[in-house]
Antibody, heavy 123, light 115 residues
Framework: EVQLVQSGADEKKAGQSLKISCKGS????????IGWVRQLPGKGLEWMGI????????KYSPSFQGQATMSVDKSISTAYLQWNSLKASDTAMYYC????????????????WGQGTLVTVSS | QAVLTQPSSLSASPGASASLTCTLR?????????IYWYQQKPGSPPQYLLR?????????DSGVPSRFSGSKDASANAGILLISGLQFEDEADYYC?????????FGGGTKLTVL
């Protein structure tokens, strides 16, 4: 069974750094892209970017480029999302999800999702 | 104009059918894309329901009831998630998604109320 388990909720102050994690199991972690999705309180889903664990190739949404950084440690089947200087506006639920499909066929989606990590940033 | 547009809300009665639309922006041909659909209930992560490109290229996630199905309306340039035999447990937010211009794009979501 494919599972993505995310790190627990975290509370920080504006300006602090944070790194959240997403550990995959039940499949060959290095061979599937992992995506990150933000959900502001009471709002819809926003795509942040995707990372390929085998070679750490990344594709960022233009809206999130430079705002947060994706990384991966394939030796422990774990993807990360980190901020160097959090803002109050980063307060949100963050999900990781496994990518399926084929980019060249315009058929890309997420089939398994982590449980989410709630990040709360106070000013 | 957003790439994907979904009605913000929809209400339907138990036992009825609900047709949730996901309209692609003018100039983006729905026939080219595979549309992915997700269900999200309060306090839970999104769950993958199905993907639909055509009747010969579609897939339902395991465990998703056959009451959920996908289709397209080419004349409206839209993807459709049809839920038949509505149950109270189908009350949730529903999101569509495509891969367009080397990016994931989500629709704004439709809140389905079953009453």
């Amino acid at each position: 069974e494919v599972q993505l388990v995310q790190s627990g909720a975290d509370e920080k102050k504006a300006g602090q750094s944070l790194k959240i994690s997403c550990k995959g199991s039940g499949y060959i972690f290095s061979k599937y892209w992992i995506g990150w999705v933000r959900q502001l309180p009471g709002k819809g889903l926003e795509w942040m970017g995707i990372i390929y664990p085998d070679d750490s190739q990344t594709k960022y949404s233009p809206s999130f480029q430079g705002q947060a950084t994706m990384s991966v440690d394939k030796s422990i089947s774990t993807a990360y999302l980190q901020w160097n200087s959090l803002k109050a506006s980063d307060t949100a639920m963050y999900y990781c999800a496994r990518v399926i499909g084929f980019f060249h066929l315009s058929s890309v989606g997420f089939d398994s999702w982590g449980q989410g990590t709630l990040v709360t940033v106070s000013s | 104009q957003a790439v994907l547009t979904q009605p913000s809300s929809l209400s339907a009665s138990p036992g009825a059918s609900a047709s949730l639309t996901c309209t692609l922006r003018s100039g983006i041909n729905v026939g080219t894309y595979t549309i992915y659909w997700y269900q999200q209930k309060p306090g839970s992560p999104p769950q993958y329901l199905l993907r639909y490109k055509s009747d010969s290229d579609k897939q339902q996630d395991s465990g998703v009831p056959s009451r959920f199905s996908g289709s397209k309306d080419a004349s409206a340039n839209a993807g459709i998630l049809l839920i038949s035999g509505l149950q109270f447990e189908d009350e949730a937010d529903y999101y569509c998604m495509i891969w367009h211009s080397s990016a994931v794009t989500f629709g704004g979501g439709t809140k389905l109320t079953v009453l």
